[in-house]
């Protein structure tokens, strides 16, 4: 270099060309992934499956969202005050928001919206109804008026709490509380179009919260069969299908739940003695690819496992019992835990119900759990609805009110061993929840709640 | 020319800076001792003395309150006027900004960016990090990157030439002119993995000058008879990128 300053020149030999390199992310494309099923419905809700929860982060936003490891995190509202003892939550929604309709997006959506999540009645509203001024009233119906929300301005959102409470923005981070506007319009990364038979096709929504998404339009195709969607990616027609290896998030828990109201397991000792005798390592070894044996109701990420005592063997029941297992669960998994149960001498009647109808079921049901909310005491309200413990809610009451982090994972740990203790919902697996792409697709990822997040996604050429 | 008779030479290692807060979206040559930096909603004047560049003033860009998911940006350097062109995904106007001392000056603003071979100039397209313009005998785009009036990337990740007769090769989205006929690229994997520049000849085979142990968001290259001195923006772990100074000897038969 003759001229400025000098440095030093160090001959090299010239290297083969197509070095390695940064090309991407890329603005662009169509993408498509094939699901087992198709919602028939995108209105917000808490979402019965992994199908369910991808839909709805595609077509909508919540005002916050949760992280387990950072807390509560910017959505709609790009950040939020605390006063009066921390019973005073003022969100600040981000400026220029719009619909999916095209429609402003301002604070009267977000209250109304925060009004239909509490009268949805999901283990997260359940949570923030009872921490808000009139929030347990109003969703039981029994009012219209709710002092405990209030749009104060087009930016500003007002929550007024009866009590100090941890992390009280967290339920906002369901699906379920996800903001629409009058009409319904969302406000997701990707706009649905109309209803097409088999299929939904979305496109990029330019005015989502953190900017326009990569891809242009995504596709998603339900295809029932795993085999056909293995065969769609291998002819290229997809570029994700459900699946691994690929991006996968280890936040689902196979359960067997039990009634305890039916015969023959309305006996603690029954119980036990079938959660004893459930084969959960080799259960996991043969058939949960990526996962592990159950040592909790929630995964690690959600809440650290502490082993606690094992369950007492003992005799299981030899009788026939009724076994709702949830469409969700795959199928060679509820194929060996049947086998399982037959070898125990249970003789099962299997029938397949939609995962929110399984639930429901009475006698045994096989369920794949998936949080509404990634936070550990909104996951574990959610067991607590299929197996009910009174000292467990007293633990959850108790935990919703602790200031200290630490303190707080110890009484969530205690919930957790209380609800077990019952042996009315039996941790089987620990699942992962992925999918599996033929490296078309970038930076695709799955969160901790096992949503399949592609806002980030882009088409490599 | 055969690639494997070719060789150059590379100052290695070259002064850098300390990561910088934001990703940079574009270099650009001004002056031999100054270049600018393009970020999402400002621009810096830098000035390198032999030791690692040095930051000597910014002008904000008049931006929109939208958000840009992943940004992109144009410079246009007018050396001889020590002037440029600046815009952005974030950025509402195209800003012409002077060089006044160590200190950057808005002069002017336009819908485009005025740009060699492109009536109507270049342009971000809405909300992404796409440029759009008609470039003569290049296309209409939309390009990931342009180098004068005759060279672009097309958003496929191809090299676009104007008049060119071999098939368009697979570069990164970093371009820029170095002796005339040369081009200098980025190369074209994914994120992720060390990044190499590319020397690219107006006919023959590509040579890979560089290997980089990050990847190349922005390059900028000043002829300096058979050398290019060049500024790059790279990208390691999760830091943000350092600027990087080069020098490129011209390949030799």
Known sequence: ?461 | VAAAALLCALAAPGPRTAPLPERALAVAWLKPAHFAVLFARWVGLYRWSGEAPALLSRADLPCHGRAVRWPGGLLAAHAAESSLWAMTSLSTHAVLLAADGDRLAVREQAAAVPWPGSRSGLRLRPDTSLLEGDLEGVGAGPFLAVAGGDAAVGADGRLLRAGAAQEAPRVGSALARAWPGWLLASSPAPPGEPDGITLLPADGPAVSAVILPGSVGALAARVDGDHVVTVLAVTEGETGPRLWLAALERPRP
């Open chain 1, 1 to 461: 270099v003759k001229a400025g300053p000098a440095f030093v020149l160090a001959a090299v030999a010239a290297l083969p060309a197509g070095a390695r390199a940064a090309l991407g992310p890329l603005y662009g494309g169509e993408a498509t992934v094939t699901v087992p099923s198709l919602p028939s419905a995108l209105a917000p809700a808490a979402p019965a499956d992994a199908t369910e929860r991808l839909v709805l982060g595609l077509v909508h936003e919540t005002l916050v969202r949760w992280d387990p490891e950072a807390g509560t995190q910017p959505g709609l509202a790009r950040e939020w005050t605390e006063a009066a003892d921390g019973r005073e939550q003022t969100l600040v929604l981000a400026g220029d928001l719009v619909l999916h309709d095209g429609r402003p997006l301002a604070a009267g959506d977000a209250a109304r919206s925060v009004r239909r999540f509490l009268r949805g009645g999901t283990p997260a509203a359940r949570r923030l109804a009872a921490t808000l001024e009139g929030g347990e009233a109003y969703a039981a119906g029994h009012t219209d008026d709710l002092p405990g929300v209030k749009a104060v301005s087009d930016l500003h959102l007002s929550l007024r709490l009866r009590a100090r409470t941890a992390h009280p923005l967290a339920p906002l981070a369901s699906p379920a509380a996800a903001v629409t506007g009058p009409q319904g319009a969302g406000a997701g990364p990707f706009v649905p179009a109309g209803p097409a038979s088999g299929s939904l096709r979305l496109t990029a929504f330019s005015g989502h919260v953190r900017g326009r998404p990569l891809l242009d339009t995504l596709r998603l195709v339900a295809v029932a069969d795993a085999g056909t969607r293995d065969g769609w990616l291998r002819a290229g027609r997809a570029h994700l299908v459900p699946g691994r290896p690929g991006p996968e998030s280890l936040c689902a828990t196979l359960v067997l739940a039990v009634d305890p109201a039916q015969a023959p397991f309305d006996r603690a000792a029954a119980r036990a003695a079938l959660s004893a005798a459930l084969p959960r390592a080799e259960l996991v070894a043969h058939f949960v690819p990526g996962g592990q044996p159950a040592r909790g109701l929630l995964p690690p990420a959600l809440l650290d496992p502490v082993a606690g005592p094992p369950p007492a063997p003992g005799p299981v029941p030899r009788t026939a019992v009724a076994l709702t297992v949830a469409a969700d669960v795959p199928a060679r998994l509820s194929q060996r835990v049947v086998a399982y149960l037959d070898a125990m001498g249970l003789r099962p009647a299997v029938r397949v119900r939609e995962p929110r109808e399984a639930r429901r079921a009475g006698g045994l049901r096989l369920l794949l759990l998936a949080p509404e909310v990634a936070e550990g005491e909104l996951a574990l309200r959610a067991a607590l609805d299929l197996a009910p413990t009174a000292a467990a809610a007293d633990t959850l009451r108790a935990a919703a009110a602790q200031p200290d982090d630490a303190e707080r994972r110890r009484l969530l740990r205690q919930a957790e061993a209380q609800i077990e203790a019952g042996h009315a919902l039996l941790p089987l697996a620990w699942v992962p929840v992925g999918y599996r792409g033929d490296g078309r697709l970038r930076d695709a990822r799955v969160d901790a709640g096992g949503r399949l997040v592609l806002e980030q996604a882009w088409l490599r050429p």
